[in-house]
């Protein structure tokens, strides 16, 4: 097969200015911590240190909560819903007008492709608080309480926290919807991913964001259990793992302490015998390699009808081979690097799991850079649903292959895990599509498409993947009092 070869295009860093420190952004100002600890964010792909970040102590979650109750009870709950939205659409211009500058950070920080941060996350953003803005001034008729009796009344101070595969479209999820129905933030974005949301802290500043209707808090595991368990938090926001997701739950059962919760995934992507093959094989390298696989939606087991097995391994082998794996700022980069030391690991352990239990591993030839965290993209056959890499979640560059006969088969191998989040349908059959999509037991379902989203479109998943919803008009409920005077 004919390759390319590529000149390097790397896009430029000049474009960012990243401060050697950051402190805490409470109260519209970044101030020190009152504990004084740091921690370091580094580039995964060259695992240089970026900046010192200040990690909060829980006397500074006080403050945060402090300040954004102040400014719930004596601004932004008394602001007209048609004012709170004139703030998004500014927040969301100026996100535009800045894209560049948060593409190139986002890459930098996170470690992937500088084209899916500049195509993707970006521009998602934007679109997220222009989506909300619209909805600022309408919520009386957005079917959130009787009709008649008026808007819907926030539920007051929000704690939000944030995963680090996403970290400034997360943070669009979260703020959007929570300041468009009038409630304030305390958002804690992961300890691996700040800046995006540091920098978001100077938007909030530019666009003139009345103070403490935002508060930003960086820290690890101690600062969000602080977070959680504060007594000031209204509602709860968590995107991340499962394990951490309950541990969120059990804390506050028994208080008044409402929650969201969007969490680890395993989905099935599942191509018939009449599906357009050449069109499944893009959208199942989509669905697993896009992001290197950190995605809670990832289509990480792909279902495939016997009778075509063999011919879509062997064209998804032939593409594979084309990706091309390395700096993330290359604009060329498709498969960037890993985010974490640890996420490597984890990674790393699991597909040593699928060999040992007798699955077939596959590489497509690539060069891997010596320094940074980096991971070929591997494509597992013979794989049993008995397998860990069929049941636990990667979150990498991992494709476990699994075959079908039938529909029914298709159905109860998909559902055959604690997951459930998204899938995928690849047939030519439009009654096949909706029948499947009433038997699959995920909150998302793609027909001959994956990893589409739209911020009119509500997200969410079942059982061990989470409840609640983030996105379009059912991501705007659990932001406001289920009942008038509650």
Same mark, same amino acid.
């Given at each position: ?46 695992? =240089? ?75 998602? +953003? ?51 919807? +929570? ?126 009808? =016997? ?45 040593? +799991? ?82 499947? +999509? ?49």
């Amino acid at each position: 097969m004919p390759t390319f070869n590529y000149a390097p295009a790397p896009e430029s860093r000049a474009v960012v200015d990243i401060a050697s420190s950051y402190g805490l952004f409470i109260g519209g100002e970044f101030v020190e911590s009152a504990g004084g600890a740091t921690f370091k964010t580094i580039s995964p792909a060259t695992e =240089e240190v970026l900046a010192e970040i200040t990690e909060a102590s829980a006397d500074d979650v006080d403050r945060a909560v402090a300040a954004a109750r102040t400014a719930y009870s004596r601004v932004w709950s008394r602001m007209s819903g048609a004012d709170r939205g004139k703030y998004l659409f500014r927040i969301a211009r100026i996100l535009q007008e800045r894209a560049r500058e948060f593409a190139v950070l986002e890459t930098l920080d996170n470690g992937k492709p500088i084209k899916e941060s500049r195509d993707v996350d970006i521009p998602c +953003a934007a679109a997220h608080f222009f989506y909300h803005a619209g909805w600022a001034d309408k919520l009386e008729y957005a079917g959130l309480t009787a009709p008649g009796s008026g808007p819907p009344r926030p539920v007051g101070v929000v704690g939000q926290i944030i995963p680090w595969n996403f970290p400034l479209l997360m943070l669009a999820w979260k703020i959007a919807p +929570a300041l468009a129905t009038g409630n304030t933030v305390v958002l804690k974005p992961a300890e691996t991913t700040p800046l995006t949301a540091l920098l978001f802290a100077q938007v909030c500043q530019q666009a003139d964001l009345p103070p403490g209707v935002v508060n930003i808090i960086t820290g690890a595991g101690p600062t969000g259990q602080a977070l959680v368990e504060h007594e000031g938090i209204d509602k709860i926001a968590f995107t991340g793992s499962t394990g951490v997701g309950k541990a969120i739950a059990r804390s506050i059962a028994g208080t008044r302490t409402r929650a969201t919760l969007e969490l680890g995934g395993k989905a099935a992507n599942i191509v018939f015998d009449d599906a357009p093959l050449d069109q499944a094989v893009e959208g199942i390298v989509n669905g697993i390699f896009f992001n290197q696989g950190q995605v809670c939606c990832a289509g990480s087991r792909l279902l495939v009808q =016997e009778s075509i097995a063999e011919a879509v391994e062997a064209k998804l082998k032939r593409r594979l081979a084309t990706l091309r794996v390395g700096d993330p700022m290359d604009k060329n980069t498709d498969v960037g690097a890993i985010n974490s030391r640890a996420q490597l690991d984890r990674i790393t352990e699991l597909t040593q +799991a699928g060999e040992d239990e007798g699955a077939t591993r596959w590489s497509p030839e690539c060069e891997l850079p010596a320094k940074g965290f980096w991971f070929a993209p591997t494509v597992f056959t013979g794989v049993a649903q008995t397998h860990r890499i069929a049941q636990e979640e990667i979150f990498g560059p991992v494709l476990s292959v699994l075959t079908f006969r039938t529909p029914g088969e298709a159905v109860a191998k998909a559902n055959n895990t604690p997951y459930g989040l998204s899938a995928g349908i690849w047939t030519d059959k439009g009654s096949r599509i909706l029948w499947m +999509a009433d038997q699959l037991k995920a909150g998302v379902v793609w027909a001959n498409t994956f990893n589409k989203f739209d911020p009119t479109s509500p997200f969410g998943g079942y059982k061990e993947s989470g409840y609640g919803r983030e996105g379009g008009r059912h991501g705007l409920a659990p932001y406001v009092q289920e009942e008038q005077g509650a």
